[in-house]
């Protein structure tokens, strides 16, 4: 049984920073393609970010144009763990974000193949 479970999320100021975390288990993990979702009120869920392997001990990561430059993903094997360290934040970015497992593997950049698994989300409130 696959779980992935978030922390990290809470109410930060405009400008702030915030490190969500996903605990994942049931899965192979050092060769799945990881990823974070986002959901805003009244929006569509989005992709966030996502990181691949692409063989050996090499990852691949894809960013949505609003995350790069503010937002970077990183994974710890041993741990089963996946982060993302948010840096910048602006009112815009709040939203529940979801820790997701996608699958397509390295043939498949921002998840575009879909999702195996969900997390059940942590809420990020950023204040103006």
């Known amino acids: 049984q696959v779980q992935l479970v978030e922390s990290g999320g809470g109410l930060v100021q405009a400008g702030g920073s915030l490190r969500l975390s996903c605990a994942a288990s049931?899965?192979?993990?050092?060769?799945?393609?990881m990823g974070w979702f986002r959901q805003a009120p009244g929006k569509e869920r989005e992709f966030v970010s996502a990181?691949?392997?692409?063989?050996?001990?090499?990852?691949?990561?894809d960013y949505a144009d609003f995350a790069k430059g503010r937002f970077t993903i990183s994974r710890d094997n041993p741990k089963n763990t996946v982060s993302l360290q948010m840096n910048s934040l602006k009112p815009e970015d709040t939203a529940v974000y979801y820790c997701?497992?996608?699958?397509?593997?390295?043939?498949?950049?921002?998840?575009?193949?879909?999702?195996?698994?969900w997390g059940k989300g942590t809420l990020v409130t950023v204040s103006s």
């Open positions: 997701a497992a996608c699958r397509g593997g390295f043939s498949s950049p921002s998840c575009r193949n879909g999702v195996d698994y």
């Open positions: 049931g899965l192979y993990f050092s060769t799945s393609t």
């Open positions: 990181i691949r392997w692409s063989g050996g001990v090499t990852y691949v990561v």
